[in-house]
């Protein structure tokens, strides 16, 4: 059986996606990056080693997500693409008449709007993190409520108490404020709910033209609060794509199925064993010009596979002719 | 020994320069450039300015610094306004104060202010007095004018007419070692990109992370406020805006309005973060792009060293607009 393998590799959670040749999903994993992406790639690999079909072959491999580039190489990627294409690909998969599609993740949130099929704009969240799932996940410590529980909770609120959203400083003095007032948890956990709503509305989608049907997904689409705070803002249905979690790497799985069918080349994918190696990573700054570049290099048992970061292409050339190894 | 007059590479520099080193030539005056911006140049600019500053003005600052001890002067001109009632930004208004003010090693500054809304005889006279520290004579000092007006025109011409950008006329003429080598594809390109904006952030690579190498790479054809003549820029301004309320409209105002009537694939805005002006005329050109259902990203530029984010927007606006081409070719 022919199968495809899509990896997006996040700031906060790493997702992993297989799809056989109908493009039906085999298996989906979902873990937490903490920091160490290429840990968490080769435990993912492991993982979808031993929910594989026996029978199936990988015929394709897709990186995607803030860290496709460095994914890219250790997997030995056949495509390596931007999370928005790929996100945009499988909501269609799934949607096929979404006009948008309101994506949050950890550490970004973007808006994609679609019109017949086609993606005709997109927006990003700027410098600031404030509408992102970081800034609910910081506010969930803080008032000692785990991030599975949220959505539950902030569904029981009667009165939301009303938080500035507009920077994740000043949402927390304002929380802790009306924490020390008295209110209920869920009052206040419906509240940033709604926070992070506004804020997102008014940032990253600000000025699009938002048509149903809504889709919303990415992690922050389990909580069912800011399921409900979107619906009130925007006053349409939300929905809630099944595997709304792991879109990105379901897109760079069809993806890649639709290039590897149109080009009929064979997969560079270095195989399972890549679970097993030892990848090391080490960086160091480029003396020679004054830009200084701070320089990554990845290299496999003393062998340097990549380099980047560079201004110039000095470094990333001289690491391609060893991209044979 | 003769003199050698500083010329910072940011800002105006991008526009006039062939003109300037025209004027000081005459009087037989060497130009020495500042090397293209460095990390150290944006460290060392930003040290000195208060964090309110825009990025452009920070780099300005190092550039001057990376000079102050090459030169006899430094040149900053201050170009208050080109058009009735169209005036330049506050900062680079105050440019020679500013840099007086956080360099006070910088050389003595040569700087001319020039406006369009006074009378002709104050030209004269601003131009004469910055000719005057080289020569007493008016007539070596009117040829010199008449002869780096006739360069910047042909300058101007010479990148309409080629469609180039202007380092690639200016990095010869400074400097052979930072020639832009611009790989001619023969294959045609499958995407026309217009970027629009300042010359000082489309041209200046450290600030805007390559972005149109970057965007070659991507299989795109780039195209700059600086390949279209000035008339046809300002024609496409006025029928968008009326008459101009900022010097360098047309950069901005003027390109988006004349490559979205010449219906290129996608515009790219570059802007740096905390400049007024450019604010609100890329709101008119995003404004007017929504309305006519064209792509365009607006990217601001700030300190950031990390370009993943860059990129990550400039593949994402590749595909749509790629995706976009064929879903209208097929349709």
Same mark, same amino acid.
């Given at each position: ?60 491999? $897709? ?8 994914? =890219? ?8 693409? @931007? ?60 008032? @000692? ?51 992070? $709503?506004?804020?997102? %509305? ?30 009130? @803002?925007? @006053? ?46 080490? $960086? ?5 010009? *004054? ?8 290299? %496999? ?7 980047? =970061? ?16 | 020994?003769?003199?050698?007059? =500083? ?27 500042? *090397? ?14 208060? $964090? ?42 105050? !440019? ?7 360099? *006070? ?95 000082? !952030? ?16 991507? =299989? ?19 029928? %968008? ?72 927007? %400039? ?17």
């Amino acid at each position: 059986m022919k199968t495809y393998l899509g990896i997006d590799v996040g700031s906060v959670t790493t997702k992993l996606a297989l799809l056989d040749q109908d493009n039906q999903l085999i298996t989906a994993n979902y873990l937490h990056t903490q920091g160490k992406p290429i840990a968490v790639i080769q435990e993912g690999l492991k993982q979808i080693e031993r929910q594989m079909p026996p029978n199936a072959e990988i015929c394709g491999v $897709a990186t995607t997500g803030s860290a496709r580039y460095l994914a =890219g190489v250790i997997m030995g990627a056949d495509l390596v693409k @931007n999370e928005i294409t790929t996100q945009a690909i499988a909501t269609m998969h799934y949607i096929p008449n979404v006009r948008t599609v309101i994506e949050i993740g950890g550490q970004d949130s973007k808006i994609i709007i679609i019109r017949d099929g086609i993606v005709t704009d997109f927006g990003m969240n700027t410098v600031c993190a404030a509408g992102t799932g970081s800034f609910l996940d910081h506010q969930a410590s803080r008032l @000692n409520v785990g991030i599975e529980e949220f959505g539950q909770r902030a569904l029981k609120s009667k009165m939301p108490v009303r938080i500035a959203g507009r920077c994740t400083v000043f949402a927390e003095s304002d929380m802790i404020h009306k924490q020390q007032m008295g209110h209920q948890t869920e009052d206040i956990l419906y509240g940033l709910c709604q926070a992070l $709503a506004r804020n997102y %509305l008014n940032n990253v989608a600000l000025g699009k033209e938002i048509q149903p049907p809504v889709v919303f997904q990415g992690g922050v689409a389990f909580n069912q609060g800011m399921v409900k705070a979107l619906e009130e @803002n925007l @006053n349409t249905q939300i929905i809630v794509p099944p595997h709304h979690e792991v879109l990105g790497a379901i897109g760079a799985a069809l993806l890649v199925h639709e290039e590897t069918d149109i080009n009929g080349n064979k997969t560079q994918f270095r195989g399972f064993s890549t679970s097993e190696a030892k990848y090391h990573t080490s $960086a160091f700054e480029c003396k020679a010009c *004054p830009n200084q570049c701070e320089i990554i290099q990845l290299s %496999l048992n003393g062998k340097v596979l990549a380099r980047w =970061g560079g201004r110039c292409d000095l470094w990333e050339r001289t690491a391609t002719s060893h991209k044979d190894l | 020994m003769t003199t050698r007059v =500083g010329i910072p590479r940011a800002l105006l520099y991008y526009q006039y320069y062939p003109m300037w080193q025209a004027f000081f030539e005459e009087f037989g005056v060497e130009t020495a450039i500042s *090397p293209p911006t460095t990390k150290d140049i944006v460290t060392s600019g930003c040290s000195r300015t208060v $964090a309110e500053t825009c990025l452009p003005v920070k780099i300005f600052c190092g550039h001057v610094l990376s000079l102050a001890d090459k030169c006899d002067y430094m040149f900053i001109p201050v170009i208050r306004s080109m058009g009735k009632n169209a005036y330049n930004c506050s900062k680079l208004l105050g !440019l020679p104060d500013i840099t007086k003010a956080v360099i *006070p090693e910088s050389p003595p500054i040569l700087d001319i202010e020039i406006d369009a809304n006074k009378s002709k005889y104050s030209l004269y006279r601003a131009i004469y007095s910055l000719g005057r520290h080289f020569t007493k004579n008016p007539l070596r000092i009117e040829k010199a004018t008449k002869k780096a007006w006739k360069i910047y025109l042909a300058y101007r011409q010479k990148m309409s007419s080629e469609g180039l950008m202007p380092t690639q006329i200016t990095d010869k003429m400074c400097d052979k070692r930072h020639q832009v080598d611009l790989a001619e594809n023969d294959s045609p390109p499958l995407l026309n990109i217009a970027v629009i904006g300042h010359p000082y !952030l489309i041209y200046d690579d450290y600030i805007n992370h390559r972005l149109i190498t970057q965007v070659q790479a991507m =299989g795109a054809k780039v195209l700059t406020p600086e390949m279209v003549s000035e008339q046809a820029l300002d024609a496409a301004m006025t029928s %968008l805006v009326g008459n101009p309320r900022w010097t360098y409209e047309a950069d901005v105002v003027g390109a988006g309005g004349y490559y979205l009537q010449t219906k290129v694939d996608g515009i790219i805005g570059l802007a740096a973060f905390a400049c007024g002006p450019d604010s609100m005329m890329m709101n008119i050109i995003q404004r007017r792009a929504r309305q006519l259902k064209a792509p365009f990203l607006y990217l601001t530029l700030d300190e950031h060293t990390a370009e993943g984010g860059m990129l990550t927007r %400039l593949e994402a606006f590749l595909d749509m607009v790629k995706r976009r081409k064929r879903g209208q070719s097929c349709a």
